[in-house]
């Protein structure tokens, strides 16, 4: 498997310095948040785009996926989460990355069968854009939706394969599913692995990987003991909680576990 780790955990840290730590500490990829606090998102010029795909290039560092946060359930118009969607993609597209991560965000007030419907209409309209484009469009394990078994529910009748999930560990985990589960209803739509850890269900302040209680061992034995080649990232939310320590120094050790975990589980 590959890893990478999310700029989540170094917010506004420019792109020449996100790629230095990825280098100095042996990682693949990045998982870049696009938002318009941060160095790159939709509103990028041409050249500017071009110069970011130019840095990922000299670097030797692969982009994982451009991080939105379109919600494909929330309520209101299709068009403008729709127009949200397709600035991802190909956002996406021009920088080279294969993967748009996109939320469910669905309204707890509503009937859940009318959420899954929103979802999968937009994201079955948002899949042709994709396809022309040669970009995934990614459905987080989130809010609304934060287990395999929900996620599925979308995915199941959207039936398109440049649509597909990210499994978050942290979320399926509090949803109360187990590793296994998870994977037997998203494997034939992952796209990629979110690995993080934290305190408890109640204390989500992001730890050093293996510090908290996270089933990370038991989400890379099930990945391994099924053949999945795919992608890690450790998503570390430092951009909501300024008293987690900084996500540079823990990087190496980070790595370390979880090549640790994909040799136990080998």
Same mark, same amino acid.
């Given at each position: 498997m590959k890893l990478a780790f999310s700029t989540l955990g170094v917010p506004g840290l420019p792109v020449p310095e996100v790629l230095a730590l990825a280098n100095a500490h042996g990682y693949?990829?990045?998982?870049?948040?696009?938002?318009?606090?941060?160095?790159?998102?939709p509103g990028l010029t041409p050249a500017e785009r071009a110069e970011t795909a130019a840095l990922f290039r000299g670097a030797g560092i692969e982009l994982l996926c451009? !991080?939105?946060?379109? +919600?494909?359930?929330? *309520?209101?118009?299709?068009?403008? $989460?729709? =127009?949200?969607?397709?600035?991802?993609?190909?956002?996406?597209?021009?920088?080279g990355a294969p993967f748009v991560r996109v939320f469910p965000g669905g309204d707890p007030d509503r009937p859940r069968e009318e959420s899954d419907a929103i979802a999968a209409r937009r994201l079955g309209?948002?899949?042709?854009?994709?396809?022309?484009?040669?970009?995934?469009?990614?459905?987080?394990?989130?809010?609304?939706?934060?287990?395999? !078994?929900?996620?599925? +529910?979308?995915?199941? *009748?959207?039936?398109?394969?440049? $649509?597909? =999930?990210?499994?978050?560990?942290?979320?399926?985990?509090?949803?109360?599913?187990?590793p296994s589960d998870t994977y037997a209803a998203l494997a034939p739509h992952l796209g990629y692995v979110q690995v993080k850890d934290i305190a408890s269900a109640d204390d989500t302040t992001p730890l050093p990987l293996g510090a908290g209680v996270l089933p990370l061992t038991e989400c890379v034995d099930v990945l391994c003991r099924h053949g999945w080649e795919g992608w890690l990232c450790w998503e570390y939310e430092k951009r909501w909680y300024e008293q987690a320590a900084p996500l540079p120094e823990l990087l190496g050790a980070g790595r370390e576990h979880l090549l640790r975990l994909l040799g136990d589980a080998a």
């Open positions: 693949h990829g990045v998982e870049l948040r696009a938002h318009p606090e941060e160095p790159v998102h451009v !991080a939105g946060y379109a +919600r494909v359930a929330a *309520p209101g118009e299709d068009a403008p $989460v729709l =127009a949200e969607i397709r600035d991802l993609l190909q956002l996406a597209h021009d920088l309209t948002a899949a042709e854009d994709a396809s022309a484009l040669g970009v995934r469009i990614l459905l987080e394990t989130h809010d609304s939706h934060r287990t395999g !078994a929900d996620a599925i +529910r979308i995915l199941g *009748p959207v039936g398109h394969r440049q $649509v597909g =999930a990210v499994w978050d560990v942290m979320h399926t985990w509090r949803g109360g599913e187990q």
